[in-house]
């Protein structure tokens, strides 16, 4: 009897419309909540093919609810330098554990703060994950999520930094006089007095301090031999060669006549890396030496002024206290030091999806990957389809609220209306059995 299909047809209605109020609900409770995706119930109609055309059986109506994570929300301003948000598609790359046997997930709530252990975690507790970057700026990137270590910035509290790089900015006196003979190693054993010296202070992995010189005597027009050398004791070699009287490089330096820095003539020992052994065994990395540019006057000028130290910026040494994080547009999150020196440590990655919509919720906040979606491709922000990071900014949730109560008005009527049709549908159902008294 086609009554009974009518019947089954409200029950369904009234399971339909139950479920995309449930939708609502949860849409307008997580109003607030930042990066929250909403969900939009999607209605299907059911048919029943009876195989008789002289007569019709409902079929009904079914709700199935579509995540709409492709969504973007709005980007607010923070007030915090580790909130950050996505401006575009993808997600941070979170795990639910800071060790690696937690379950990887990705999540676009980038209200982030550094936790009693140190590691950058968000409110639902997911650890922000990132590429360890080395002492040159590099990371290691195989294109899974093994690479990605969970970020801790206050684990480099009391650790030491090997030196990589010094700059040095100087001026020799063009009008000085210039020595007749001079063979390498003379300024190091004393049988030159140089016009010019100076001393740096470097340091190997374990932080301890080590002094390097750099000396300048003029040889003749535009020319100058300089020597850079160290405490003999405390070097073992320089890339792999023993040191006699802790000599690291000596050479030519030339200028142009202008008084800029003539790189091309100048002996090349002076602008590579310094690979030096300690002979204490700390480790140490190389070190570029930076005496200026080609043609320049960044670094090494020769006037005719008093040879003088303009500048020498040397990196690296013991590391205070983290007091602070920062995270930059480009994904780099560095550890501010009490004494106000930063150390940028890694490299956010964004993790995009064929089809995010077809991700997995899990509680958090947080979505992993499924057959639907996808496996997810990560890189770096900006790149290759990801969106870009908004320091010190939220993305909210994307839910309309007018829209919400727009359709709980929809769904509550009905609601009203499919309990109508069974009401409707006993009644009939009554005058059938009154037919026999």
């Known amino acids: 009897m086609s009554l009974y299909s009518a019947l089954y047809a409200g029950v369904s209605g009234l399971t339909a419309q139950s479920s995309a109020m449930a939708t609502v609900a949860d849409n307008i409770t997580n109003v607030n909540t930042v990066g929250y995706k909403g969900t939009s119930a999607q209605f299907t109609s059911l048919v029943t093919d009876s195989g008789a055309s002289a007569s019709y059986s409902a079929g009904g109506v079914s709700a199935s609810p579509q995540s709409l994570i492709s969504k973007q929300g709005l980007l607010q301003a923070s007030s915090s330098l580790t909130d950050i948000a996505i401006d575009g598609a993808g997600f941070f790359v979170v795990r639910d554990s800071a060790d690696s046997s937690g379950t990887i997930a990705y999540t676009r709530a980038g209200s ?10 968000n409110t639902a507790g997911y650890y ?48 000085s006089d210039a020595v007749t003979t001079y063979t390498a190693g003379d300024m190091a054993n004393g049988t ?9 202070t470097v340091y190997d992995a374990q932080g301890n301090e080590h002094s390097l010189s750099l000396s300048f005597v003029r040889t003749g027009t535009n020319t100058w031999a300089a020597e850079l050398t160290g405490e003999a004791s405390e070097i073992s070699d320089v890339g792999g060669t023993a040191v006699t009287d802790g ?18 003539n100048s002996d090349p020992s002076f602008f590579s890396d310094l690979d030096i052994t300690w002979s204490n065994g700390a480790a140490s990395d190389p070190i570029s030496l930076d005496l200026g540019s080609q043609d320049g006057l960044d670094g090494l000028t020769q006037f005719a002024s008093s040879s003088a130290l303009l500048s020498a910026n040397v990196d690296g040494g013991m590391l205070g206290t983290v007091s602070s994080v920062e995270i930059s547009e480009d994904g780099i999150v560095s550890a501010v030091f009490d004494d106000g020196t ?13 089809n995010p ?23 770096t922000p900006g790149s290759l389809g990801g969106g870009t990071l908004a320091a010190g900014s939220l993305e909210a949730s994307n839910v309309d609220l007018a829209t919400e ?12 209306a499919s309990s109508k049709i069974i009401t409707t549908v006993d009644d009939m159902l009554q005058e059938v059995s ?3 008294r």
């Open 342 to 354: 930063s150390l940028a440590i890694y490299q956010l990655p964004i993790a995009t999806f064929q």
């Open 112 to 121: 982030f703060t550094t936790d009693s252990s140190g590691y950058l975690r």
């Open 247 to 264: 000599m690291i490089a000596s050479g030519t330096i030339a200028f142009n006549s202008d008084g800029s820095l003539d790189v091309a």
């Open 192 to 200: 030159v007095t140089p016009e010019f010296t100076r001393s740096v």
């Open 405 to 416: 109560f727009s359709n709980m008005i929809l769904f509550q009527r009905a609601y009203s």
């Open 434 to 436: 009154n037919l026999k």
């Open 128 to 175: 922000l994950m990132g590429w360890p970057l080395n002492a040159d700026g590099t990371y290691t990137d195989d294109g899974t999520s093994s690479s990605l270590e969970a970020i801790q910035p206050a684990a480099l509290t009391g650790a030491a930094r090997a030196t990589t790089s010094i700059d040095f900015r100087a001026n020799l006196d063009s009008s």
């Open 357 to 379: 919509d077809g991700l997995t919720a899990v509680s958090g906040n947080a979505y992993i990957a499924s057959q639907a979606s996808g496996n997810a491709a990560i890189n």
